[in-house]
């Protein structure tokens, strides 16, 4: 984030902040600290002025090892911060011709630390990052970070208001069959329906009547959508179509529009099944049977799955899927709980809804290893179109994720280039083929115990001297010749035996 010899390089933005502080430490400081912590992390950077340009130019500081020691008194004071994210490394002094300058580089803060705040009310001194300013957290946000925090994910909670009979029992149903259908002879088939329910974690018993009761996934999974408003006030699923240019969408499908049941279960298969009508499959046969299925539409159904149990159902604006002519746009509330660098890379699971993650698992869709988003990236990359795009958002918090079935000019250059590869060792295939009846040739014409020079070679061959003497450089070589002589008194001679 920060390099001496890049200096002249370096503008403001989301992960850099300069400030002149030639007063001491200025207040807007701790700001900033929490907004790099709640964000991806960043560098403030001490004793630097903006240009009218947006380019830095130093002003030094005064005294900086004092500063840094007052930095530290203030930061590990918890009236004045809630948490010191740093080690002693973290903080620097450097030196840029005549100017001193101190350098802090803020960690982003893991989930389980969040909110990082100013003061001792996180509502009012919560902050995060927009670009090249600090802005105040809203209570929802503050909220959000603070749900993100356990372990027991928001959608573990047992609904204690609500009874049994909030299920729309024809999706229980066909959840059931399709677990069964997966999972062939499942010692949970002969359940009842409240058993099994409780059993794949959308019902469990309350301590305080000791019965059983919905718990949150449970009511998002296979609620009615106005059973589930009751819990979650801004709960919305969106899909919609757009094809065609002169018309708004060419096909929309809305939770609330009151003609389904507008849950989760319902949503992902009705989506899913518009969202792959397009998709080529190559004729495949596994025994007699025809498999339609290929990573394409497993990646779909991985990116459909991870929108779904990674949305913060408590934040508004709903989860909207868009299928355009030739990208597909998959929008949830709720950030990225391991954070964007983690999750791109891979290997840790940690989902925002638990429990409805193990409800789509056992069913066959979905990863648990953390492998999800990269193996989405590897189907990209093998089709040759341009890679997924991942983005967030905040106030109010929401990821992005954008698949475009766009081939990678990047990747044609690639093709390109290897059938030109191809195509040399083609030539250079046919090159041999030439060179071995050219080296027989010279074999069978050479009699035993005479000797000849490359002139006298050159002739049969109809070729050049200098092709001539590497053809006889290589029967030297290969030890099929014997080479008597030096320079221009050479003379080759066939070698007993060794004429074939």
Same mark, same amino acid.
């Given at each position: 984030?920060?390099?001496?010899?890049?200096?002249?390089?370096?503008?403001?933005?989301?992960?850099?902040?300069?400030?002149?502080?030639?007063?001491?430490?200025?207040?807007?400081?701790?700001?900033?600290?929490?907004?790099?912590?709640?964000?991806?992390?960043?560098?403030?950077?001490?004793?630097?002025?903006?240009?009218?340009?947006?380019?830095?130019?130093?002003?030094?500081?005064?005294?900086?090892?004092?500063?840094?020691?007052?930095?530290?008194?203030?930061?590990?004071?918890?009236?004045?911060?809630?948490?010191?994210?740093?080690?002693?490394?973290?903080?620097?002094?450097?030196?840029?011709?005549?100017?001193?300058?101190?350098?802090?580089?803020?960690?982003?803060?893991?989930?389980?630390?969040?909110?990082?705040?100013?003061?001792?009310?996180?509502?009012?001194?919560?902050?995060?990052?927009?670009?090249?300013?600090?802005?105040?957290?809203?209570?929802?946000?503050?909220?959000?970070?603070?749900?993100?925090?356990?372990?027991?994910?928001?959608?573990?909670?047992?609904?204690?208001?609500?009874?049994?009979?909030?299920?729309?029992?024809?999706?229980?149903?066909?959840?059931?069959?399709?677990?069964?259908?997966?999972?062939?002879?499942?010692?949970?088939?002969?359940?009842?329906?409240?058993?099994?329910?409780?059993?794949?974690?959308?019902?469990?018993?309350?301590?305080?009547?000791?019965?059983?009761?919905?718990?949150?996934?449970?009511?998002?999974?296979?609620?009615?959508?106005?059973?589930?408003?009751?819990?979650?006030?801004?709960?919305?699923?969106?899909?919609?179509?757009?094809?065609?240019?002169?018309?708004?969408?060419?096909?929309?499908?809305?939770?609330?529009?009151?003609?389904?049941?507008?849950?989760?279960?319902?949503?992902?298969?009705?989506?899913?099944?518009?969202?792959?009508?397009?998709?080529?499959?190559?004729?495949?046969?596994?025994?007699?049977?025809?498999?339609?299925?290929?990573?394409?539409?497993?990646?779909?159904?991985?990116?459909?799955?991870?929108?779904?149990?990674?949305?913060?159902?408590?934040?508004?604006?709903?989860?909207?899927?868009?299928?355009?002519?030739?990208?597909?746009?998959?929008?949830?509330?709720?950030?990225?709980?391991?954070?964007?660098?983690?999750?791109?890379?891979?290997?840790?699971?940690?989902?925002?809804?638990?429990?409805?993650?193990?409800?789509?698992?056992?069913?066959?869709?979905?990863?648990?290893?953390?492998?999800?988003?990269?193996?989405?990236?590897?189907?990209?990359?093998?089709?040759?179109?341009?890679?997924?795009?991942?983005?967030?958002?905040?106030?109010?918090?929401?990821?992005?994720?954008?698949?475009?079935?766009?081939?990678? *000019? /990047? =990747? !044609? #250059? @690639? %093709? $390109?280039?290897?059938?030109? +590869?191809?195509?040399?060792? &083609? *030539? /250079? =295939? !046919? #090159? @041999? %083929? $030439?060179?071995?009846?050219? +080296?027989?040739?010279?074999? &069978?014409?050479?009699?035993?115990?005479? %000797?000849?020079?490359?002139?006298?070679?050159?002739?049969?061959?109809?070729?050049?001297?200098?092709?001539?003497?590497?053809?006889?450089?290589?029967?030297?070589?290969?030890?099929?010749?014997?080479?008597?002589?030096?320079?221009?008194?050479?003379?080759?001679?066939?070698?007993?035996?060794?004429?074939?």
């Amino acid at each position: 984030m920060f390099d001496l010899s890049q200096f002249n390089e370096y503008r403001e933005d989301n992960r850099r902040e300069v400030k002149k502080a030639s007063g001491g430490l200025p207040d807007s400081l701790w700001s900033t600290y929490s907004a790099f912590a709640n964000c991806y992390g960043g560098v403030i950077i001490l004793g630097i002025g903006e240009n009218e340009d947006g380019s830095w130019h130093t002003t030094g500081l005064q005294n900086a090892d004092k500063m840094r020691k007052d930095f530290w008194n203030t930061i590990n004071n918890q009236k004045k911060i809630n948490i010191n994210l740093l080690s002693d490394k973290d903080v620097q002094i450097y030196q840029i011709e005549k100017d001193i300058i101190l350098v802090i580089y803020v960690p982003a803060a893991r989930r389980e630390q969040k909110p990082v705040y100013v003061g001792e009310n996180m509502f009012k001194g919560t902050y995060r990052r927009n670009w090249e300013g600090d802005y105040h957290c809203t209570s929802a946000e503050v909220k959000s970070m603070l749900r993100d925090q356990t372990e027991d994910t928001m959608d573990m909670k047992i609904l204690e208001d609500m009874q049994m009979d909030i299920f729309n029992m024809e999706t229980v149903h066909a959840y059931r069959n399709r677990h069964m259908a997966y999972r062939r002879e499942h010692v949970w088939e002969q359940l009842k329906d409240e058993e099994y329910l409780e059993r794949i974690g959308a019902a469990r018993v309350c301590h305080l009547d000791g019965r059983l009761h919905p718990t949150a996934a449970g009511l998002l999974m296979f609620g009615d959508e106005y059973k589930i408003l009751y819990e979650y006030p801004e709960y919305f699923l969106d899909f919609r179509e757009l094809l065609d240019p002169a018309i708004r969408w060419t096909d929309r499908l809305q939770s609330s529009s009151g003609d389904w049941t507008g849950n989760l279960f319902d949503f992902f298969f009705r989506v899913y099944g518009k969202l792959v009508k397009d998709v080529k499959i190559p004729f495949r046969l596994e025994g007699a049977v025809r498999i339609d299925d290929t990573p394409v539409h497993k990646a779909i159904r991985e990116a459909l799955a991870n929108c779904l149990v990674n949305t913060d159902f408590y934040l508004p604006r709903g989860i909207v899927i868009k299928k355009e002519q030739d990208v597909i746009v998959m929008e949830n509330p709720g950030g990225i709980r391991t954070g964007k660098k983690q999750m791109l890379k891979g290997g840790i699971s940690d989902p925002r809804n638990k429990a409805l993650m193990k409800m789509f698992n056992m069913i066959g869709i979905g990863e648990r290893a953390g492998s999800g988003v990269p193996d989405i990236y590897s189907v990209w990359e093998n089709q040759g179109w341009i890679a997924p795009q991942v983005l967030e958002e905040y106030a109010p918090d929401r990821t992005i994720l954008r698949l475009a079935f766009i081939r990678d *000019d /990047r =990747k !044609k #250059v @690639t %093709e $390109k280039s290897d059938r030109k +590869k191809v195509t040399e060792k &083609s *030539d /250079r =295939k !046919k #090159v @041999t %083929e $030439k060179t071995l009846i050219q +080296k027989k040739m010279i074999l &069978s014409r050479m009699q035993p115990d005479s %000797e000849y020079k490359i002139e006298e070679v050159a002739d049969w061959l109809k070729v050049g001297r200098t092709r001539t003497r590497i053809l006889l450089k290589m029967l030297v070589e290969e030890g099929k010749i014997l080479e008597t002589g030096i320079t221009k008194m050479k003379r080759y001679k066939a070698k007993k035996g060794k004429n074939e």
